[in-house]
């Protein structure tokens, strides 16, 4: 347990200090940025990738999408208890399949559920894990995309109209 805590002490200070790094931002050059802009240091689409590669949800964090991190946690808690559970049950339901002498197929049946739904909710869990990742690094990358509805000034607008007569 010491070193579940020295780790995350460790992954804490890394990620701190490297988002404290001072990076030219070649996006927005001084000479182009509007003086109501405020652009704030880019974010690393690389740590944001290790960080929730080594603690899930933790390039979340990094990116500053809070509510992100329960959404990534619950999902994770929910399929590695539905692993645990269908790996028990799988485990039973193969002792009694190996007892019977491998004759009965009610035995086997359940043997074979518990052990597609436990490979099942493995999956699931895996695909967790790398959405976690992938979300982390596109959030970084795309952590100062300009949203506001005027994104070009100067451009013309056009009016146009279309009327349409049934006879």
Not at 112 to 130: E, K, N, P, S
């Amino acid at each position: 347990m010491n070193l579940f805590r020295i780790l995350t002490l460790i992954i804490l200070l890394v990620t701190s200090t490297l988002s404290q790094v001072k990076v030219e931002n070649k996006l927005f050059p001084q000479s182009q940025v509007q003086s109501d802009s405020i652009i704030y240091g880019l974010k690393s689409p690389s740590l944001a990738m290790i960080s929730s590669a080594l603690v899930p949800g933790m390039g979340q964090i990094y990116n500053e999408s809070w509510w992100k991190v329960p959404v990534i946690w619950g999902f994770a808690y929910y399929f590695g208890k539905v692993v645990t559970a269908q790996d028990k049950e799988y485990q039973i339901w193969k002792n009694k399949y190996d007892e019977s002498g491998q004759k009965n197929s009610l035995f086997r049946y359940y043997r074979d559920f518990y052990h597609d739904q436990r490979d099942q909710f493995a999956w699931y869990l895996a695909v967790t894990y790398a959405l976690n990742i992938i979300d982390a690094y596109v959030d970084a990358s795309l952590y100062h995309f300009e949203v506001t509805p005027q994104l070009i000034n100067n451009v013309p607008s056009i009016n146009a109209t279309l009327k349409i007569k049934l006879r």
